[in-house]
């Protein structure tokens, strides 16, 4: 199992709240498809990166989009929410990160400016 993989008991959560199969081939292991989409939403990475062990970059990416227009993610989102009392806590736990120009340091010396806590001496 590889470090974003989900756990056994997670699958056991999530696997009844997939759409079932109706019409057309059948499909790549759900859980190996997940795992990928779920690898690329943790690392950041391109999807030209996925792993192998995913299974076709094209196969994850297409269920990732097609999923997100049937409004399948929104469906396991709701579903999740309501078993967790906290549910409103755990919603969104990114942590994003800034260019140092965004705190407002002037490039390269390492000082922030701040120009509403400065004195102004008369």
């Keep these: 199992m590889a470090r974003f993989d989900l756990s056994d008991e997670e ?10 199969q109706w019409r057309g081939p ?3 292991d759900d ?10 939403l943790r690392t950041g990475a391109p ?7 995913y299974g076709p970059r094209t196969t994850v990416y297409n269920r990732y989009i097609r ?11 709701e579903s999740l929410a309501q078993e967790c009392e906290d549910s409103l806590i755990f919603i969104d736990a990114s942590i994003v990160k800034a260019h ?15 120009p ?3 004195r102004s001496h008369k």
């Design 116 to 118: 509403l806590t400065r």
């Design 100 to 114: 140092r120009a965004a705190a407002g340091s002037k490039k390269g010396t390492g000082r922030r400016y701040w």
């Design 47 to 53: 999807w030209r990166d996925l792993p192998e062990r």
């Design 26 to 28: 059948k499909r790549k």
């Design 11 to 20: 699958w056991a959560v999530i696997s009844d709240l997939l759409p079932k």
């Design 31 to 40: 859980r190996k498809i997940l795992n990928g989409i779920f690898y690329i």
């Design 67 to 77: 999923w997100g227009e049937r409004g399948i993610w929104r469906g396991i989102f």
